[in-house]
T-cell receptor, first 111, second 110 residues
Framework: GAGVSQSPSNKVTEKGKDVELRCDPISGHTALYWYRQSLGQGLEFLIYFQGNSAPDKSGLPSDRFSAERTGGSVSTLTIQRTQQEDSAVYLC?????????FGPGTRLTVL | TQLLEQSPQFLSIQEGENLTVYCNSSSVFSSLQWYRQEPGEGPVLLVTVVTGGEVKKLKRLTFQFGDARKDSSLHITAAQPGDTGLYLCAGASSGDKLTFGTGTRLAVRP
């Protein structure tokens, strides 16, 4: 069956540019999460959507980061005015009953 | 802020050896999960433990949740090269939000 998909798989951008990362969750999953992972380390929580509730944005590192989830399905993570320290793998997961299923991630490189 | 510390951070062993990875916190979790991540992929859920003292076995992998639900361990018997990867523990407290551990990178040499 279809899992979580993310696009693009790789993104190289110049410092100061805006980027949009997309996540297509598993159909029927009400929860959607964004994480950031640097150099194969642990996952840093960014934002969490659950159904129609207001998203938990407590992990967003700055106001340059934002995310939306349209129609309770597809989500977009936007990073404005990218900085070199934003370089990382951005992982999306969808879930139900506390179990999370991850996409392959988007590797972002800011030059 | 809840923190989950994993140890060791890196582990390189020979095929056939046994190993244990630890996941420790000062916080209590309602459940704890273990994931394995391979290069270029997202983490994959291995197991969820929910009861203090619970032990779950998955082939050569044994997972234990501490009695106080603050810590967990993963034991691998007779490791194989296919076990190579990044192992992550993750604790659930309120709602569906998980706190991930710092990760243990395992390399099993043939």
């Amino acid at each position: 069956g279809a899992g979580v998909s993310q696009s693009p798989s790789n993104k190289v951008t110049e410092k100061g540019k805006d980027v949009e990362l997309r996540c297509d969750p598993i159909s029927g999953h009400t929860a959607l999460y964004w994480y950031r992972q640097s150099l194969g380390q642990g996952l840093e929580f960014l934002i969490y959507f659950q159904g129609n509730s207001a998203p938990d944005k407590s992990g967003l590192p700055s106001d340059r980061f934002s995310a939306e989830r349209t129609g309770g399905s597809v989500s977009t993570l936007t990073i404005q005015r990218t900085q070199q320290e934003d370089s990382a793998v951005y992982l999306c997961a969808s879930g139900v009953n506390n179990e999370q299923f991850f996409g392959p991630g988007t590797r972002l490189t800011v030059l | 802020t809840q923190l989950l510390e994993q140890s060791p951070q890196f582990l390189s062993i020979q095929e056939g050896e046994n190993l244990t990875v630890y996941c420790n916190s000062s916080s209590v979790f309602s459940s704890l999960q273990w994931y394995r991540q391979e290069p270029g992929e997202g983490p994959v859920l291995l197991v969820t433990v929910v009861t203090g003292g619970e032990v779950k076995k998955l082939k050569r992998l044994t997972f234990q949740f501490g009695d106080a639900r603050k810590d967990s361990s993963l034991h691998i018997t007779a490791a194989q090269p296919g076990d190579t990867g990044l192992y992550l523990c993750a604790g659930a407290s309120s709602g569906d939000k998980l706190t991930f551990g710092t990760g243990t990178r395992l390399a099993v040499r043939p």
